[in-house]
């Protein structure tokens, strides 16, 4: 490896980021949604309904193999951590991972020629695959987040320029899918979705090379520092407002993950209009990327703390009140998802701003920095959320007699509808009681900034308490 990179001569507290940096940030979001948000919307209803995979058995896989990828999310972060180019820490591995991603989403989705066992052990590696590519190139391009500014304010808005795109990028995929595996496939849904993939593959390269050329590494850890990996993973237990938002991320992904990933089902089964499921998504989409635009003004009138307690409130009240909605009350349901959609939106900028603030304070508090390490962690933190939500939904419809592309019984209509609108709004309640123990405020971010950024001699600062 080259050597490490000069930072710039301003400090990371004071220099302001350019419209050019931000978008440029932005369009790697826009490039990971072409494949989260197919996993997240499509890819349960793709195993049980074209691959041919019983619910169960797609519940069970995904919890198993989101746990094997969630554990690679920590050993990601200590190599990009401790990667040293003339590029930075995390901006090479934007190149990097384009190949093995690319190629992991055209296999995710080809449907083999063997028999129901060749079948499950292709949807496991491939699957597995897929999500070790994705860490490859994820948690780098979300670590960047902490090393290219310091300011909290800053922060907030590239988030939400991060989320803008991502949202962008996922309305776009939520309602171009279904149209592109019709167009492609001609006919033939298994080659639709392997060629809208290998499509998806294209965009998503020439996106990341644009988030590598127009990012710059700022920050870097103290100078001369060695730390062991079991240090790092030492000071995230030790790291107690990262530990909240580890629990946060956990069960707002049920919230997120079980109303996305049921949304298909609810309206294949139980509104029964199919030909409505882009449309909805789409709009869920937009309401997200707007709630995510809000969040720098929002961020100026109520600390990050007191508006997501306020957001995840929201979010139970109507996720809870959608269990209400009859089934031919279609312009209810567009509203409500819309308003649900506008309150989750600036949850991901504020979240992601937050876990860069607990990286400043982990080298505030040890003399040690890991930024990689903190946001890996984090992902790994969603991706469980993730796995325990994606079986929750294969075993619930399972048990209460889900068949695919039949007429559903009122058990399995009923098991659709709970996943949709009142198990969600529960775990939004939980997210709400574990975000009032957070305590990085913006007075001690202020502090903490100060101390370890600050150029001024003999400043004085009051020490930080958790």
């Known amino acids: 490896m080259a050597q490490e990179p000069k930072t710039s001569s301003a400090t990371p507290l004071s220099e302001k980021l350019s419209l050019k940096e931000k978008v440029g940030y932005a369009l790697g979001d826009v490039a990971s949604n072409f494949y989260w948000r197919v996993f997240d919307v499509f890819l349960f209803i793709f195993y049980t309904d074209v691959f041919g995979i019983s619910a169960a058995a797609v519940g069970t896989m995904m919890l198993v193999t989101r746990i094997i990828d969630a554990f690679s999310d920590p050993l990601m972060g200590a190599l990009a951590d401790r990667t040293y180019t003339r590029f930075g820490k995390f901006r090479p591995y934007l190149l990097l991972g384009i190949l093995p991603i690319a190629a992991a989403g055209v296999l995710t989705f080809t449907v083999p020629d063997l028999g129901d066992d060749g079948k499950l052990i292709w949807a496991y590696g491939t699957y597995i695959f897929m999500m070790l590519a994705y860490t ?81 590494e700022r920050i ?63 709009v869920y989409m937009i309401s997200l990327a707007i709630g995510a635009a809000s969040t720098p003004l929002l961020s100026r009138y109520f600390d990050k703390r007191s508006l997501l307690i306020g957001l995840m409130s929201l979010v139970a009240i109507l996720s ?43 080298q505030y508090k040890n003399g040690r920095r890991a930024t990689a390490m903190i946001f890996s962690a984090a992902a790994f933190s969603q991706k469980l959320g993730g796995a325990f939500a994606g079986a929750m939904i294969g075993w619930l419809l399972s048990s ?67």
């Open 136 to 216: 490859f190139i994820n948690v780098p391009y979300g670590a960047l987040l902490g090393v290219v500014t310091a300011d909290s304010q800053e922060r907030t808005t590239l988030t939400s320029f991060r989320f803008i795109g991502a949202f962008s990028g996922g309305t776009l995929v939520a309602y171009m899918t279904p149209e592109l595996v019709n167009l492609l496939g001609n006919g033939n849904e298994a080659l639709g979705w392997q060629m809208t993939m290998g499509c998806y593959g294209l965009i998503s390269a020439v996106l990341f090379t644009l988030t590598f050329l127009a990012t710059k």
């Open 220 to 282: 870097a850890p103290p100078k001369n520092q060695q730390t062991s990996i079991k240090q790092d993973i030492v000071d995230l237990t030790q790291n107690k407002p990262w530990l909240i938002l580890f629990s946060l991320a956990l069960i707002i992904m049920f919230t997120i993950t079980l109303r996305a990933s049921t949304g298909t089902f609810y309206f294949k089964y139980y509104v029964g209009r199919e030909d409505l499921i882009g449309t909805f998504t789409a």
């Open 400 to 466: 209460m007699g889900y068949v695919a592309n039949q007429q559903q019984s009122p058990d399995s209509l009923l098991g659709i509808l709970l996943l949709n609108t009142l198990i969600p709004a529960a775990f939004a309640l939980l997210a709400v009681w574990v975000v009032k123990h957070y305590s990085l405020d913006e007075q001690k971010m202020q502090q903490i900034n100060q101390s370890l950024y600050s150029t001024k001699p003999n400043v004085s600062t009051t020490p930080v308490q958790d």
């Open 320 to 362: 809870a009140g959608f269990y209400l909605i009859p089934a031919n009350n279609l312009t209810l349901m567009f509203i409500m998802q819309a308003l649900i959609g506008f309150c989750l939106g600036p949850k991901s900028p504020l979240v992601f701003s937050m876990y860069a603030d607990t990286a400043d304070y982990s």
